[in-house]
């Protein structure tokens, strides 16, 4: 399968918002509602090349690390279970553009909690992410500053 990665960040994208909603409906992630509020949340789509549908999304909602006044994007990622299979790129292109074009400066880096236990944590190590230690929180968080 050939795919093609569209960056929606800072770009006019209402032509596929109801193809990226359609991704989390039919997938049963998300109900319609909480869809169209996550969308305005999308970095980047992932397309089939051959049959143009979006087969995968990477979110971005910005939060305060827990316990701290620390200001992060928190990163999402979903693709198609028709799909899946690592895509680290997904991960590390979505820090690139907020890490370069971010609006707001003050804001440390890019986290991510992990709902699933099925994702490796070292992929997080190979690419520099660190560990956010909590013990009131039962999932693993790591993070990974902008450069300043």
């Not at 990665?5 to 109900?31: H, S, T």
């Not at 939060?63 to 997904?90: A, C, S, V």
């Amino acid at each position: 399968m050939n795919y093609e990665l569209i960056r929606v960040y800072n770009q006019p994208y209402f032509l596929i918002r109801e193809k990226i909603v359609d991704l989390w409906v039919r997938n049963g992630a998300l109900n319609y509602q909480q869809a169209l509020e996550r969308v305005n949340h999308v970095i980047y789509v992932i397309r089939d090349i051959d049959t143009q549908q979006i087969i995968g999304v990477s979110t971005a909602k910005l939060n305060y690390l827990p316990n701290t006044q620390e200001l992060y994007y928190f990163y999402g990622m979903f693709i198609d279970k028709n799909h899946r299979g690592e895509r680290p790129w997904l991960l590390k292109k979505t820090y690139d553009v907020l890490n370069t074009q971010r609006k707001i400066k003050n804001i440390k880096g890019l986290a991510a909690f992990l709902e699933n236990s099925k994702i490796p944590h070292k992929l997080f190590d190979r690419y520099g992410w660190t560990k956010f230690n909590c013990d009131e929180i039962e999932n693993a968080i790591f993070f990974k500053n902008f450069d300043n």
